[in-house]
């Protein structure tokens, strides 16, 4: 059997025709940035997070600049942020000038909340969430902290849509929540597509200003602003996958739980799921020692798998100027090194999956 690690296609066919009709709708309408669409979207995706504002954007990355920006952080201030992270985290602070702060990864692989007080300056504005892998991280104590301290919390969602800690979904516990739907991502558009989330009025509007020019009014330009628009196509597109958002995102953790459930083999460690937090499983991460062969071996029985991250940010050639070194962050670098995301995707069948657990088992 041929398993990749991801298979984008199941999920349009899933429901291809209400998405051929959605696309073909907006086709024919004449009408392709910020229309109906968008506000469709934008109204729907708030209700479904629970937070009184939406804007739609380009990318989520998009979303964490703009949040940033939104928030007057930038050259001289410093954002602490977990070290085990996607690099658009941190590039959404140093676009604005801002310093990146690197905190260690708990057991769960996000921040690692008994750390941030450490990492706290008199240059601190924010602190930056990163709901890793589908699961939330420890917002309780890390929203006490950022009382505390009077910091701003904003929550990178990219990989969370709809993930509660303590029943309150990731979005909502800081001021700003950030989300991508990049197509491989639990609510994925079939192009690029982002947004932010906020109870914030005055952060509401200036987003929404950020990302047209900073123009409300056409060809009145009130701030500098950038090109960032949500078009039509793949607004439609996720208005369809939104209304089946809690269908995609059930089968989903029944996929997780038979893993969870069927995986008996001592060479790997397994996800766990923090107290008081829901996992969405946007990726099933496990950790093993010798992870080439491991690889290999899956391959040669035709299962694909990849490694989320395997050079971690402050490792990048791209942030050699921060002037970071290997063995600064231990924990991030071995989870560099020991980290492989299994197959796992919409519209997987029980038979598939049971062909990787199978697999693993024997291993
Ligand atoms: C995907 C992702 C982003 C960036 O989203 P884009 O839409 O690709 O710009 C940011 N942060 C995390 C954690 C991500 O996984």
């Not at 929540?177 to 197509?183: D, E, I, L």
């Not at 397994?270 to 969405?280: H, Q, T, W």
Request: some cysteine; glycine content about 8%.
């Amino acid at each position: 059997m041929k398993i990749n690690p991801n298979q984008l296609d199941r999920g349009y066919l899933k429901y291809k025709s209400e998405y051929d009709n959605a696309i073909l709708k907006t086709l024919e309408s004449g009408w392709y940035i910020l229309g109906k669409e968008v506000e469709s979207f934008e109204h729907k995706f708030k209700h479904f997070i629970g937070s009184n504002y939406c804007v739609g954007l380009n990318s989520g990355l998009d979303a964490l600049i703009l949040s940033f920006r939104a928030l007057k952080i930038g050259v001289g201030d410093e954002v602490i942020v977990p070290a085990n992270t996607y690099i658009a985290s941190i590039l959404g602070i140093t676009e604005n000038g801002a310093t990146p702060i690197l905190v260690e990864p708990d057991e769960f692989y996000n921040i690692d909340a008994t750390k941030i007080e450490n990492a706290i300056t008199v240059n601190t504005k924010a602190i930056l969430v990163v709901h890793l892998y589908g699961q939330a991280a420890n917002m309780k104590k890390i929203k006490d902290i950022a009382t505390l301290h009077n910091l701003f919390i904003i929550e990178d969602c990219a990989q969370s849509h709809g993930a509660k800690f303590n029943g309150k979904t990731t979005g909502t516990w800081g001021d700003i929540g950030c989300f991508s739907f990049y197509p491989t991502k639990n609510l994925g558009a079939f192009g690029d597509a982002g947004c932010i989330v906020t109870d914030n009025y005055e952060i509401y509007k200036q987003i929404k200003l950020l990302r047209n020019y900073g123009s409300e009014i056409k060809y009145e330009n009130e701030i500098l602003g950038i090109n960032s628009r949500l078009d039509e196509i793949q607004a439609s597109v996720l208005n369809v996958k939104l209304g089946h958002y809690s269908e995609l995102s059930s089968e989903r953790i029944s996929l997780a739980n038979l893993y969870l459930n069927k995986i008996n083999n001592s060479k790997l460690i397994l996800p766990k799921i923090r107290e008081f937090s829901d996992a969405i499983w946007h990726l099933f991460v496990v950790q093993i020692e010798n992870r080439t062969e491991f690889q290999e071996y899956l391959m040669r029985h035709g299962i694909g798998t990849q490694i989320h991250y395997p050079i971690p940010p402050h490792l990048s050639r791209a942030y050699n100027h921060l002037g970071y070194k290997k063995g600064d962050f231990p924990i991030t670098e071995s989870f560099a090194n020991t980290l492989v995301s299994l197959p796992l995707y919409d519209g997987m069948t029980e038979e598939e999956i049971m062909y990787v657990i199978n697999t693993i088992n024997n291993y």
